[in-house]
Nanobody
Framework: QVQFVESGGGLVQPGSSLRLSCTGPGVTFGDYAIGWFRRAPGKEREVVSC????????AYIDSVKDRFTISRDNAKRTAYLQMTNLRPDDTAVYYCGANLMRRRCGSAAQIRAYEYDYWGQGTRVTVSS
């Protein structure tokens, strides 16, 4: 069973930055669209961002646009989520997922977690003063 691995979470103050990493050993990383999702306490999982396998397109939900940047390095089998100007409502467990079937992300509204083949166990981000 392929297990992706997230890292980089932590406890930070509002306005701070963090960079999350998602590593996918044992797969042809470049074949997969990579999505970042999060689950806040008491809330459903939501998509945050996605980077396509087929081209350089990306997608973001409105609440993180201009604050978060997704990127990938296929040679390192790693995707990143650079998060800046963090807010308390960004507090969540962040997960990365890999989607082989839908290689192009499209818009954030088109992203469906159930289409993702592999997942990590998550990394916790807490934004608090």
């Amino acid at each position: 069973q392929v297990q992706f691995v997230e890292s980089g979470g932590g406890l930070v103050q509002p306005g701070s930055s963090l960079r999350l990493s998602c590593t996918g050993p044992g797969v042809t990383f470049g074949d997969y669209a990579i999505g970042w999702f999060r689950r806040a306490p008491g809330k459903e999982r939501e998509v945050v961002s996605c980077t396509s396998a087929s081209d350089s397109s990306t997608a973001y939900i409105d609440s993180v646009k201009d604050r978060f940047t997704i990127s990938r390095d296929n040679a390192k089998r790693t995707a990143y989520l650079q998060m800046t100007n963090l807010r308390p409502d960004d507090t969540a467990v962040y997960y990365c997922g890999a989607n082989l079937m839908r290689r192009r992300c499209g818009s954030a509204a088109q992203i469906r977690a159930y289409e993702y083949d592999y997942w990590g166990q998550g990394t916790r981000v807490t934004v608090s003063s």
